[in-house]
């Protein structure tokens, strides 16, 4: 067999040349940048379906390590999402991403989560989390709001293996974790060099394939998507998102909470939240504290010390827009 079959450096040549050709094809015809994006996801999304396993096992170990391995062979391309990602919004700085792309693309990752073997999905439903995460990852880094209320707040359209027919569901539906184990089967397999189990191996995972410099804002990300979730309950239902990241957090703040004292960054971050003013902001935080977030009851363990933070633990709500 020719090396060059296996050789995954090979394997996505087209994805590798749109990304090649992307700055001097963008600076010379910017009115095409997004008609550029959808050819990248496009062939993104082909090449991500050859990942697709098929399991005739019912072993467990065996399947965790298969899947793994099928991770770690997707890194080649998952790197190519990386350096698209960084390019794609150094240029929307002043074109602006049209965020229907993005949400037809998830949409169709997330379409790829139907069948009974889970084991099948696993490793579909870790590229779909990561590949969410570092949307919002790079939109935090970059301060592009508006991108990131879209995801959160647009519908998506996908089949569904409990429906019939084509269902409307929000950024929440991406999470599956009451259907598919991907944390408990990943934690068979991926554990620390000493052989002890992650408190959350997915997260772990997530942290260790991410760039460095988009680690911290990973974290972020995950959590935003977390608070998004319960300052909006009754527009998303009872669907959550777990942040399994966050345990790995390094710092003692957040910065999309920190700078809301100001009134200016305030105009320009709202809409991440869907509100209008300081005071429907102030709301919706106070509702959460008729949930299990503001209960300290969304962690991995009995530990209270893992739990998810309240969100005032990181803004006094009194100094909302109290500055410049």
Same mark, same amino acid.
């Not at 935003?224 to 009872?238: E, H, I, Q, T």
């Given at each position: ?31 095409? =940048? ?16 050859? =990942? ?22 997707? +890194? ?7 350096? =698209? ?60 709001? +508006? ?165 005032? +633990? ?11």
């Amino acid at each position: 067999m020719p090396e060059w079959i296996n050789d995954t450096n090979n394997r996505f040549t087209k994805t590798k040349t749109i990304i090649k050709r992307f700055d001097s094809q963008v600076e010379s015809h910017p009115e095409k =940048f997004n008609s550029f994006i959808e050819d990248f996801f496009n062939e993104y999304f082909e090449y991500l379906k050859t =990942f697709k396993m098929e399991f005739t096992t019912q072993d467990t170990a065996t399947a965790s390590k298969e899947i793994y391995k099928s991770i770690e062979d997707y +890194s080649v391309l998952k790197n190519d999402l990386v350096v =698209f990602l960084a390019k794609m919004f150094k240029v929307a700085r002043y074109e602006e991403i049209d965020s229907e792309i993005i949400i037809e693309f998830l949409s169709n990752i997330r379409s790829l989560l139907s069948g009974n073997n889970q084991y099948s999905l696993v490793n579909f439903d870790f590229m779909l989390r990561e590949i969410f995460l570092y949307f919002i990852a790079y939109a935090l880094k970059n301060k592009n709001y +508006s991108f990131i209320a879209d995801l959160l707040y647009s519908s998506y359209y996908f089949e569904d293996y409990a429906y019939t027919s084509r269902d409307t569901k929000y950024f929440v539906a991406l999470d599956v974790r009451d259907r598919i184990h991907t944390n408990d089967i990943l934690g068979i397999s991926f554990k620390a060099d000493n052989g002890n189990s992650f408190l959350t191996p997915l997260g772990e995972l997530l942290l260790r394939r991410a760039p460095s410099n988009l680690k911290e804002f990973l974290v972020d990300a995950d959590l935003l998507c977390c608070y998004v979730y319960y300052m909006n309950k009754d527009k998303f239902g009872d669907r959550d998102w777990l942040p399994f990241t966050y345990v790995y957090k390094q710092s003692d703040s957040i910065d999309y909470f920190a700078r809301l004292t100001s009134k200016k960054y305030f105009a320009k971050i709202k809409e991440v939240f869907d509100v209008d003013s300081a005071d429907e902001f102030r709301k919706k935080v106070i509702s959460t504290h008729d949930t299990s977030l503001f209960r300290r009851q969304v962690r991995f363990s009995n530990d209270w010390r893992k739990c998810v933070e309240p969100i005032e +633990s990181y803004i006094n709500l009194d100094k909302i827009c109290s500055e410049r």
